[in-house]
């Protein structure tokens, strides 16, 4: 997804008009996921959320949802190389998944969003993308009586920039994918993976220490870094279009591991098709680019390692939770 600086500060400042719920909202649901203090998980919450992010009208040409691009069927994401716009127009990046999201620590390859909050904002904005704005979305969406309804019920108010994207990052926060085999696996139920799996996992955590960067619960450190996919990044310089600093040329966020093997074409341009590809990409070392990442270094596999390594990558599957 396009980070463009105009749009997101244009968008937050529609987003501050009201910046405190006015009224009471229900209990928080669902023990342990994290959420801001003026955000509060609950089920209708959650549900409205799922409402909108389905709905198309929050694009131009109504004819994109947020669900266009992050399929619940690819866990989240489109199986596209770049994601296809309203106009057809191609976006700018790959669509990572949003399974997991309210575990991170940033959101958008640059890893400059804060929040879901505020990044709900970004493709609306996107004239790559949705290629609408809060006011013509809300044009279309203030006369729905089932949205003015659940606007008024669930946070005290009328349907506004603070409604829409309060409830889409709640349920984007309830799409959670942590009960893998390799999860099993470690917590005791030895016959969850196969001699190959286990070999892979070995490889990872042992061999290549890939933990360094893919690490924790969800499979990374969160990181904005260069892994060297070329010497020269084109149009697209990564975290150096934020803030105009050389060492962050070519920078982009570490993504997680989980259901990686669903989440094909890989990399922030979804130039690698395979995992197989990206194996290779990283045992050769990855591009000279002065920005690279000092824990990239070559490495040797053999036929059978790779394909144990690509065995423990599909035991990170958890669908479970994308009903």
């Excluded at 955000?39 to 109504?62: C, H, M, V, W």
Aim: aromatic content about 10%.
């Amino acid at each position: 997804m396009k980070f463009n600086k105009n749009f997101f500060f244009l968008g937050l400042l529609i987003l501050s008009i009201g910046w405190k719920c006015s009224g009471p909202v229900e209990k928080p649901i669902i023990s342990g996921i994290p959420f801001p203090k003026d955000n509060p998980i609950t089920a209708e919450k959650a549900a409205f959320g799922k409402r909108l992010f389905f709905d198309k009208r929050l694009s131009k040409n109504n004819d994109l949802s947020c669900a266009t691009c992050h399929r619940p069927d690819k866990a989240f994401t489109d199986g596209r190389t770049k994601s296809i716009g309203t106009n057809g127009s191609t976006a700018m990046r790959n669509a990572p998944s949003l399974l997991n999201a309210a575990y991170a620590k940033s959101y958008m390859y640059d890893g400059e969003v804060k929040t879901l909050e505020q990044q709900v904002l970004v493709p609306i904005q996107d004239h790559l993308e949705m290629g609408s704005s809060m006011k013509e979305v809300l044009q279309k969406l203030s006369n729905d009586p089932e949205y003015k309804r659940l606007s008024r019920t669930i946070f005290d108010r009328e349907l506004d920039a603070y409604v829409i994207t309060r409830a889409i990052s709640t349920y984007e926060r309830t799409l959670i994918s942590r009960n893998s085999r390799f999860d099993r696996y470690r917590k005791g139920e030895e016959h969850a993976l196969n001699s190959d799996e286990i070999a892979g996992w070995k490889l990872f955590s042992e061999k290549l220490y890939c933990i360094k960067c893919h690490s924790g619960p969800d499979f990374t450190n969160y990181s904005v870094v260069s892994n060297g996919l070329y010497v020269d990044y084109g149009s697209d310089q990564g975290r150096y279009r934020i803030n105009g600093l050389e060492k962050e040329k070519g920078a982009f966020k570490v993504p997680s591991l989980r259901n990686v093997s669903l989440t094909a074409p890989y990399m922030h341009d979804g130039s690698l098709r395979t995992l197989k590809e990206v194996i290779l990409h990283y045992s050769g070392g990855g591009a000279e680019h002065s920005n690279k990442s000092t824990l990239i270094k070559p490495f040797h596999l053999n036929d059978l390692e790779i394909n144990q390594l690509e065995s423990f990558f599909k035991t990170l599957v958890d669908t479970s939770g994308v009903n």
